[in-house]
């Protein structure tokens, strides 16, 4: 992947990612990844406070979904040979 491309999914997974699960198979480094989807829960807790809030409508929480992707990384990133 690009640098162009990651720093932008850096700064907003959600433009350069369908979903957090995108970003575990990404032709990338786990740290990179990992930045990714931190960036991406911090999206998704700051929606959900909003829509807590009545602030916003209609957007459902991917928290769940971002959790998810964070634990397969590392379990993926556990099972590499020479860690």
Do not use: C
């Amino acid at each position: 992947m690009k640098n162009s491309k990651i720093s932008k999914a850096k700064e907003s997974p959600t433009k350069v990612f369908e979903s957090p699960a995108d970003v575990v198979v990404a032709d990338m480094p786990a740290e990179q990844k990992a930045e990714i989807l931190e960036n991406w829960e911090n999206e998704a807790h700051q929606l959900q406070a909003a829509a807590d809030e009545r602030m916003i409508g209609g957007e459902p929480s991917r928290l769940a979904e971002v959790r998810q992707a964070i634990d397969k990384l590392k379990k993926v990133d556990s099972l590499k040979p020479g860690q």
